[in-house]
């Protein structure tokens, strides 16, 4: 069963002290639940956060210190990059690195995705898990239906909750899920003294995603598979990203005016940004990255919509593209 909605900020002390929950920003019923269950699908310990860039923003905050430098992959979702970026004001350092091959010795603390957005590609585990120091796998896109990266080496998980394990454009929230006690430890007192915490709306609607993970992955995994073969074959088509798994794919077509017309003329897929909801969604991703991707990059993630009703929204597009 569900847990009920608690939208309660205070609750009373027992004999006088601090009972499991006594203030929402120190932790609340619908929150823990959320974290004890993806504790159990990661295998480890989960602390929610607001959105999975607050989720970003605690780790390197709470786990690093001024002066230390985080290995980041080069493909990897483009908002971690700006998010650590604008954290080298507080002396924290950041380089880039093909995660397909083993991470720079001096980092201390290793960033990689799988698969990265929206370039598709897969870290090399065994590469990464054999650094010396922390890894943390950021696994949005597969989620742990497709990845349970802290049993493939991994000492931190993160993921952007909004994405697929909400899994229906109605909540905002991030996790990060660690290997080690002591570091959900400190994430969370991080979390209790900048105020990151997650409402129980949004994690009361996280829990019912959850309930409907399994089955709504693996529903978008064939479909997306399915499209990913039919676009490498179209003629419109240049070039097909797709990591064999998950709901998410890219795909280039001849330059940015023809991404263009692609995006605003599908019918049943929607052109917005984000991903891994129940509805298709699709947009030109140069618009926010620049030259980091083709100008013709068009991300597509793929809902729950029948596979023909879709197919036949791509293809009438692509015929003007």
Known sequence: ???????????????????????ARAGHPNGVAAERALGELEGGEAVLFASGTA?????ALALLEPGKTIALADDAYYGTGVTLAELGRWGLRHVLF????????????????SPSNPLLTVPDFEAAAAHSSPVICDATASTPIHLRALERGCDLVVHSATKYLAG??????????????????????????????????????????????????????????????RL????????????GF???????????????????????????TSLGGVSSTIETRFRWEGTRVPPGLLRLSVGLEPLEELWTDLRRVLARA
């Open 98 to 113: 093909d995660q397909t091959a083993p991470p720079p010795e001096a980092a201390d603390l290793v960033w990689i995705e």
């Open 1 to 23: 069963m569900e847990a009920p909605l608690d939208r309660s900020t205070i609750w009373p002390y027992e004999d006088g002290e601090p009972g499991p929950f006594y203030y």
């Open 246 to 272: 998950g709901g998410l794919l890219s795909f280039d077509v001849a330059g940015g005016d023809a991404a263009r017309r692609v995006e605003t003329g599908t019918e049943l897929i929607a052109n917005a």
């Open 168 to 229: 229906h454009h109605d909540a905002l929230l991030g996790v990060v899920v660690c290997r080690r006690a002591e570091d959900a430890e400190r994430l969370r007192a991080f979390r209790n003294a900048t105020g990151a915490v997650a409402g129980p709306d949004a994690a009361w609607l996280l829990l019912r995603g959850l309930r409907t993970l399994e089955v709504r992955v693996l529903r978008q995994t064939e479909t997306a598979q399915a499209l990913a073969e």
């Open 55 to 59: 989720a970003t923003t605690a780790v």
């Open 232 to 243: 490498g074959s179209h003629p419109a088509v240049t070039n097909v990203r797709y990591p």
